[in-house]
């Protein structure tokens, strides 16, 4: 397992433009409890492709995570727009539904 992790981070830093890199060296890392380096990621991963609206989900997630509620909101808000710019309608829905349960649990969370 710790390999895997070992190897995503390697093909990270390898190519320092590879969305997909980054976005699955978050996956392993979040997946692992590692939530900060899953942020960065994340965020990284974005940053390279500000299209990657599965990113957000993932990173919004990671932030919810790690208790930085507003932060995870303004994710959300922002994957949301971009989602809707590119038609991927699930990725979308879904975190309009976690901004409402962000909203309501924690009463965070930008206007759409």
Not at 45 to 58: G, I, L, M, N
């Amino acid at each position: 397992m710790e390999d895997r992790l070992q190897r995503l981070r390697d093909l990270a830093a390898a190519d320092p433009d590879d969305a997909l890199a980054r976005f699955l060296l978050g996956r392993e890392a979040a997946a692992r409890g590692l939530l900060e380096e899953a942020r960065d990621a994340f965020a990284a991963a974005v940053e390279r492709d500000p299209k990657y609206s599965a990113a957000y989900r993932h990173w919004g997630n990671a932030l919810e995570q790690l208790g930085c509620w507003a932060e995870a909101a303004a994710v959300y808000a922002r994957g949301v727009r971009v989602a809707e710019r590119t038609g991927d309608l699930q990725a979308g829905k879904e975190m309009k539904a976690f901004l409402k349960r962000l909203e309501r649990d924690r009463g965070v969370g930008p206007d759409l």
